[in-house]
């Protein structure tokens, strides 16, 4: 079995994820779960591994901040994505682009970081955990790790509201893959658990979509969607709704890591 590679998909998953009410909640999640953590790390230039970034969303609104960072990906046609848009912006991003997959990062060709962001990917990997300790190898001491995954739990919640009970008494498992459904989702308390086996302190957690997903699917015209987006994050924080998150952000900081 192989890990997802999203050539194929590269124009379709940039537009489902980004280009839409659910990728401006993401977007906006992560972004307020990372902001404070990255101000205590002070004013100086990070260096910042987007591990699995795709066209590099969040590698590009970070260089922008005067951060200098790696961008990684397995997929050619998203690098490609990502390097038109470097070039089209209107100031200097210092972004190295690297396509390969994240298992073939080292310290030894590309160093360490302060931070590492790697966000919808253990859903697509064979192996995780041991994928992701490659990556903390390069995780400067007190450094942080953004790690954000698709929470199976949810995935049953809403296949359950959605009346789809064969599917769940099937354990989620269907003969005909959706392209876009991740292939390894991830229960909450199994990273968490990693989290504690790499002595990592998990500095915030939260739901990524914790309402969006169990909306009525006919909304009023007048629907508003900044109304939407104000509410999850004010709900994304809060349990019982983190749990219900369709993906779950944790950042982490480490008191261990490459020296």
């Known amino acids: 079995m192989q890990d997802k590679n999203f050539d194929k998909l590269a124009q379709k998953f940039a537009k489902n994820i980004y280009g839409t009410p659910k990728g401006e909640i993401r977007a906006a999640v992560l972004w307020r779960d990372l902001s404070p ?18 066209f590099g969303y969040f590698s590009q609104k970070l260089a922008r901040l005067g951060h200098e960072v790696v961008l990684c990906d397995i997929s050619a046609e998203m690098l490609a994505q990502a390097q038109e848009q470097i070039s ?7 972004i190295t682009l690297v396509h390969a997959p994240i298992q073939d990062l080292s310290v030894e060709q590309h160093g360490v970081f302060d931070l590492i962001l790697c966000h919808a990917v253990v859903e697509w990997l064979v192996d995780a955990k041991t994928t992701m300790e490659g990556l903390l190898t390069m995780l400067r001491p007190n450094g942080l790790f953004s790690l954000m995954f698709y929470n199976k739990e949810a995935m049953r919640f809403h296949a359950l509201v959605s009346g789809n009970f064969d599917y769940v008494a099937a354990d989620l ?10 292939t390894h989702p991830l229960y909450i308390h199994e990273v968490k658990q990693w989290f504690s086996e790499w002595d990592m302190a998990l500095v915030t957690q939260s739901g ?3 309402i969006h997903d169990y ?23 809060r349990e019982p709704y983190i749990s219900l998150g369709r993906y779950v952000h944790f950042l982490g900081q480490s008191e261990l890591g490459a020296k």
């Open 173 to 182: 498992k269907v003969k005909k893959k959706v392209r876009l459904t991740p």
């Open 37 to 54: 953590a990255l101000s205590q790390l002070g004013d100086k230039k990070l260096r910042i591994l987007d591990a699995g970034g795709g």
């Open 208 to 210: 990524v979509r914790v």
């Open 215 to 237: 909306l009525k699917k006919n909304q009023a015209a007048d629907f508003d969607y900044q109304k939407l987006l104000t509410m999850e994050l004010q709900y994304s924080q």
């Open 88 to 94: 089209a912006s209107p100031l200097p991003l210092n």
